[in-house]
């Protein structure tokens, strides 16, 4: 079965520190996003990637870096964290041929104080 | 751009009753259109979808759902909900010509089934 898998999976951290989230799946898909959920927003598109070495930008990339070093790796990097991006993230993968079916992980809550 | 909309926020129902959750879309061209289903504390599990085709698709669980191309819709829909099908809802669509294959969500509808 698909696996997605997240880390940590609640973080509380200080205004202006560095936060990393970090995403592993072993699917073997091409694909990765990072998304973020917040009430009456449903789920929005931080960074997405195509494969190890690639990052793109999704609708909402504004204090956030990605890193895919790897088929299996994908980390979200909140530079300087604001209270702001307290919020739950996702991370999810998909195929390249049919990524309207992504696989999500368990998401991870972050607190920014 | 593409764009989803769930206009219930909640739908509360009792065990054993049938269930319709509304899902209307804004795009013209070719799309993909997706059920997520998330319950409480987890991350998003895929229900089914509808590209092409029969109209009415059958996912997990008995739930299924009808595209109506004429009034830009998708709901999903259940002949008798368990206790366990409390969860929330998302609706997504997919472009074919958006080339990153991105899913677009609705807000989502928080289903809640009373004993």
């Known amino acids: 079965e698909a696996a997605v898998t997240q880390s940590p999976r609640n973080k509380v951290a200080v205004t202006g520190g560095k936060v990393t989230l970090s995403c592993n799946q072993t699917?073997?898909?091409?694909?990765m996003y990072w998304y973020r959920q917040d009430t009456g927003h449903g789920l929005r598109l931080i960074h997405y990637?195509?494969?190890?070495?690639?990052?793109e930008k999704g609708d909402i990339p504004d204090g956030y870096k990605a890193s895919r070093p790897s088929q299996e790796n994908f980390s979200l990097i909140l530079e300087l964290a604001t209270p702001s991006q307290t919020s739950v993230y996702f991370c999810?993968?998909?195929?390249?041929?049919?990524?309207?079916?992504?696989?999500f992980g368990p998401g991870t809550r972050l607190t920014v104080l | 751009t593409q764009t989803v909309s769930q206009s219930d926020a909640h739908v509360t129902v009792f065990e054993g009753d049938s269930v319709e959750l509304r899902c209307n879309y804004s795009?013209?061209?070719?799309?993909?259109l997706s059920w997520y289903i998330q319950h409480h504390g987890r991350g998003l599990q895929f229900l089914l979808k509808?590209?092409?085709?029969?109209?009415v698709v059958q996912g997990v669980n008995g739930f299924k759902a009808e595209f109506s191309k004429s009034d830009s819709s998708f709901h999903l829909r259940k002949a008798s909900v368990h206790w366990s099908d409390s969860a929330v809802y998302f609706c997504?669509?997919?472009?074919?010509?958006?080339?990153?294959?991105?899913?677009?969500f609705g807000s989502g509808t928080q289903l809640t089934v009373m004993p």
């Open positions: 999810a993968s998909g195929d390249r041929a049919g990524s309207y079916e992504q696989y």
């Open positions: 699917n073997n898909h091409n694909n």
């Open positions: 990637s195509y494969g190890a070495g690639s990052t």
């Open positions: 795009y013209g061209g070719s799309i993909y």
């Open positions: 509808y590209y092409s085709g029969n109209p």
């Open positions: 997504a669509v997919s472009a074919a010509s958006s080339g990153s294959w991105q899913l677009i």
